[in-house]
């Protein structure tokens, strides 16, 4: 079946340090979503990339899915301690218009 | 409601009791879907329902589970003969997607964090 896996596993940075968290598709994908999950909380949908090589901003987030729609990446310029959380990609492959298949997750941990 | 909205929110059952947990979704959206999501792990597809119709429900672990969603709106997942390995955290989302717009993003709720002791 599908995999999607994320690396790294965590990521310790110090507060105005930037941060990539990258995400790889055993199969081509459909579309990416990116969802945050705070300490405690519950997955929060952040974007979605449908096109081959979009990249879209969202201030200092900035995601791009890859020319062969099998990978993706989120940057974060310049954390602060409210960037805190775990950061999932989950993606859809074409065989399935619906389900989404979650990566393990990066969590970042911001020292201020 | 303004989000998806779960209960209980924390959830204690005895080895062997059956559990039923709750989730009323955004109203309007058509899609509802189950995940599990264990310790430090990425949420893990359950099952599906488009209004009151299960069209997936490839991901539940055992016919222990079941889902269902009678009138297209609130859902219930129920957990029969509860064993320790289903402890973990069950989290419903709720979408606008439908087959004919399948790009929208999902609305999670708090999730329901059962214990099995």
């Known amino acids: 079946g599908q995999q999607v896996m994320q690396i790294p596993q965590y990521q310790h940075v110090q507060e105005g340090e930037d941060f990539t968290t990258y995400c790889n598709s055993s199969t081509t994908l459909s579309n990416i979503q990116w969802y945050k999950q705070r300490p405690g909380g519950h997955p929060v949908f952040l974007i979605q990339?449908?096109?081959?090589?979009e990249v879209k901003k969202q201030k200092r987030l900035t995601f791009q899915f890859g020319e062969a729609k099998k990978n993706s990446s989120l940057h974060i310029t310049a954390t602060q301690t409210t960037d805190v959380g775990t950061y999932f990609c989950a993606g859809r492959s074409g065989g399935s218009n619906y389900k989404l298949t979650f990566g393990k997750g990066t969590l970042l941990t911001v020292n201020p | 409601g303004a989000g998806v909205s779960q209960s209980p929110r924390y959830k204690v059952a005895k080895r062997g009791q059956d559990v039923a947990l709750r989730c009323d979704p955004i109203?309007?959206?058509?899609?509802l879907f189950w995940y599990q999501q264990a310790l430090g792990q990425g949420p893990e597809f359950l099952t599906y329902?488009?209004?009151?119709?299960?069209?997936?429900k490839s991901g539940l672990p055992s016919d222990r589970f079941f889902a269902e969603r009678p009138e297209g709106s609130v859902s219930t997942l129920k957990i029969q003969r509860t064993q320790q390995e289903d402890s973990a955290v069950y989290l419903c989302?709720?979408?606008?997607?439908?087959?004919?717009?399948?790009?929208?993003?999902?609305?999670f709720g708090s999730g329901t964090r059962l214990t099995v002791v």
């Open positions: 109203s309007g959206h058509v899609s």
């Open positions: 990339l449908v096109k081959s090589g």
């Open positions: 329902f488009q209004n009151e119709a299960q069209l997936d």
């Open positions: 989302a709720s979408s606008l997607r439908s087959n004919r717009n399948p790009n929208y993003g999902y609305t």
